[in-house]
């Protein structure tokens, strides 16, 4: 079972940006979909970005045009640019991963990081 560990987390005026990353403790990126979730409380979690084998990616309405999902194979990495951050971005973010065979179906993930906490100010 892949091992997911974020960071960058923090808080962030309205309108600034964070880059969480992700490192993966193995990274066949050809058998995983990999992508962020997050939970703002009293919320459930919500897939919010993916990304599949080929580099395809998709994004939750809210997020689109704002945040970048990326990775780099070499460095087991997984990104997520962030920016014009709203107060409703505010939520603990988890890096997540779905096994099947690299193809993303939706934002549905089986597996999450401990997650890394973002606050949003207005």
């Known amino acids: 079972q892949v091992q997911l560990v974020e960071s960058g987390g923090g808080s962030v005026q309205a309108g600034g940006s964070l880059r969480l990353s992700c490192v993966a403790s193995?990274?066949?990126?050809?058998?995983?979909?990999m992508g962020w979730s997050r939970q703002a409380p009293g919320k459930e979690r919500e897939g919010v970005a993916a990304?599949?084998?080929?580099?395809?990616?998709r994004y939750a309405d809210s997020v689109k045009g704002r945040f970048t999902i990326s990775k780099d194979n070499a460095k087991n990495t997984l990104y997520l640019q962030m920016n014009s951050l709203k107060p409703e971005d505010t939520a603990m973010y988890y890096c997540?991963?779905?096994?099947?065979?690299?193809?993303?179906?939706?934002?549905?993930?089986?597996?999450w990081g401990q997650g890394t906490q973002v606050t949003v100010s207005s």
């Open positions: 990304i599949d084998s080929d580099g395809n990616t």
């Open positions: 997540a991963a779905r096994r099947s065979s690299g193809i993303c179906y939706g934002l549905i993930f089986g597996y």
């Open positions: 193995e990274f066949p990126y050809k058998e995983y979909c």
